[in-house]
């Protein structure tokens, strides 16, 4: 390990001085204003030169023993191993909510378009799991309601009424859930 330390030291101190050189060209050729016009002129062929010997990085070639020394030292292993993931991590997972989702059909009745129905679903939310091997989907819908466009000025203008009270958090007009590969196996695709 010395010996490459020493060679790198030897390439580092070689780049110092190559860049002190060029840095003292580069002084050398700064006359002022009109120096670049009066003065001696560098080709571009020297200057590429010059910037590529500065950016010419140092570089250390192993042999395959010395790498495989080196490998064993640090404990590395050259080959990558898969990494199993357990079938329960959850890979991505996503969830969308809507509070209220109002719809309205509309339709020609005689001469006039009027609201053939007129609807709402209130907390209408989808959760994504996908997992490795399995893939799982839930929705749900907390209420449903239906208004009455047919009767004007009624006392009860909703046809279809959302649950009364306090909404429960576990209450749902409708769920449903599909999950492909389900974690038990008791099946391919579960509803």
Same mark, same amino acid.
């Given at each position: 390990?010395? $010996? ?5 030291? &030897? ?8 860049? !002190?050189?060029?840095?003292? $060209?580069?002084? &050398?050729n ?14 571009? *062929? *020297? ?8 950016? !010419? !990085? #140092? ?22 191993a898969?990494?199993?993931? #357990? &079938? ?15 719809? &309205? ?15 709402? @679903?209130? +907390? ?11 893939m ?11 208004? +009455? #466009?047919?009767?004007?000025r009624?006392? @009860?203008?909703?046809?279809?009424? #959302?649950?009364?009270?306090?909404p !429960?958090?576990?209450?749902?007009f409708?769920?449903?859930? @599909? ?13």
């Open positions: 390990f010395r $010996s490459l330390a020493d060679a790198e030291l &030897k390439k580092e101190s070689l780049n110092a001085e190559r860049r !002190a050189e060029y840095e003292k $060209s580069l002084q &050398k700064k006359k002022g204003i009109f120096g670049s016009w009066f003065g001696p002129k560098q080709t571009k *062929e *020297e200057e590429e030169q010059q910037r590529k010997a500065l950016e !010419a !990085a #140092p570089t250390i070639e192993l042999s395959s023993e010395q790498r495989e020394e080196i490998y064993r030292t640090i404990g590395y292993e050259d080959v990558v898969d990494i199993q993931e #357990p &079938k329960d991590y959850v890979k991505i997972w996503m969830k969308l909510q809507l509070e209220k989702l109002s719809f &309205k059909l509309v339709g020609d009745v005689g001469p006039s378009v009027q609201a053939i129905l007129d609807g709402s @679903f209130e +907390d209408i939310g989808v959760t994504v799991a996908q997992r490795p091997d399995s799982k989907v839930e929705g749900g819908i907390r209420s449903f309601g239906v208004r +009455d #466009p047919w009767t004007p009624t006392r @009860f203008p909703m046809i279809i009424t #959302p649950s009364q009270g306090k !429960a958090e576990s209450t749902q409708c769920r449903l859930a @599909f999950e492909s590969n389900p974690l038990d196996g008791h099946a391919d695709f579960a509803v």
